[in-house]
């Protein structure tokens, strides 16, 4: 599989040069992914359990979302 | 007995005649005779009424030594029009009832300023410098991650505009990172918005890079694009650069997600490097301006 690349514009120079990771990038850089995707991935989490929990409290009152909004309104 | 010849009598004996001439008139040989002055106009001799007014128009009336001091006083304190000597002089105050000529400047485009060193108080000088944009750079974002080398020296601001920047597959997120630094030196928080999902709110945090935006690809559920803006303020002092970036993420299916993201880089260098990398490939244009 061909690693991700990395570009260096220097643009002082305008000199332009694209080559392949380097190990040390190619970890950096997974890790920064990796970070962000584990915290995509919380958010969501977090945001599923917060619609079930909503989703369980509309049900135990017996009545939907709409019915909730104007109840509130 | 002879009678005594009165005044009178030697007058009447004298004068035989009065002949008036302008302004007078009247006059006779005879009898009770009637001279008078005719009254004075600008066209003939006369008879003129003073009038104590500077303020009158009368063309028929003499002003009094009294109200034509007064027009001298007001004319005395009036500022001459001889002290202006060529186009553009300006009248000035340089003290308490004092005013001077400040000649206009020889180079086109200096302001008037305030100097307390002027015997006026003023003088022209070129304006100050600020506010003017000059592009650095212009890079084609390519491969998965673009290194921009920048020299800021000269500038208080850095501009950036991502013009069309596409991640190759879906769920591409877009990142930024200064000065290739690795360390927990970026401080931000964001703002973010996306068709199909909640409003989300992230609370700053200390990262290695920050998050411009996520949701980039190349489906129809994905937002296929993004343009916007990001300042990098104070970009050679190292205790106050901070940045601000505003994009918006957009496809032809009705997607969009809008992202605000700010924050602080603890920097230890003034930013010579801005690294944007995706977690796909990336391809789009990068302009850098700098601010002064």
Request: aromatic share 8%.
């Amino acid at each position: 599989m061909t690693k991700p690349t990395i570009m260096f514009h220097n643009t002082e120079t305008n000199e332009i040069v694209e080559r392949e990771m380097n190990a040390e990038e190619l970890a950096q850089w997974e890790s920064d992914i990796a970070y962000y995707a584990a915290k995509a991935e919380l958010a969501k989490a977090e945001a599923e359990a917060k619609a079930t929990q909503k989703a369980a409290l509309l049900d135990k009152l017996g009545i939907t979302e709409d019915e909730a909004k104007l109840l509130l309104s | 007995m002879t009678k005594a010849r009165t005044l009178a009598d030697n007058f009447a004996a004298d004068i035989n005649a009065i002949t008036a001439s302008t302004p007078l008139t009247g006059g006779g040989t005879s009898g009770t005779v009637t001279v008078s002055i005719q009254d004075g106009t600008t066209s003939q001799k006369g008879a003129v009424q003073l009038e104590d007014s500077t303020a009158s128009t009368s063309t028929t009336k003499a002003s009094t030594p009294n109200s034509v001091k007064s027009a001298y006083d007001l004319a005395n304190g009036a500022i001459a029009k001889s002290l202006v000597d060529a186009k553009g002089d300006l009248l000035v105050g340089s003290a308490n009832d004092t005013v001077s000529r400040l000649t206009v400047a020889s180079t086109a485009g200096y302001l008037l300023s305030v100097d307390s060193a002027e015997s006026t108080g003023l003088k022209w000088a070129a304006p100050a410098s600020g506010g003017s944009l000059t592009l650095l750079s212009t890079t084609t974002l390519t491969g998965t991650s673009n290194s921009i080398t920048i020299a800021p020296t000269g500038y208080v601001n850095l501009l950036v505009l991502f013009r069309e920047v596409h991640a190759a597959s879906n769920n591409g997120t877009f990142f930024g990172r200064f000065n290739a630094d690795t360390g927990s030196n970026h401080i931000y928080g964001q703002w973010r918005k996306y068709m199909g999902g909640a409003g989300d709110f992230q609370v700053p945090q200390n990262q290695s890079s920050f998050e411009i935006t996520n949701q980039l690809g190349t489906s129809s559920a994905y937002q296929s694009a993004l343009s916007g803006s990001m300042d990098v303020f104070r970009v050679t002092d190292t205790s106050k650069i901070a940045f601000e970036c505003r994009v918006l993420n957009f496809n032809d299916s009705s997607q969009a997600g809008w992202y605000h993201t700010y924050g602080n880089y603890n920097a230890s260098a003034a930013i010579t490097n801005l690294t944007l990398f995706g977690s796909q490939n990336l391809s789009g244009t990068v302009y850098i301006y700098g601010v002064k």
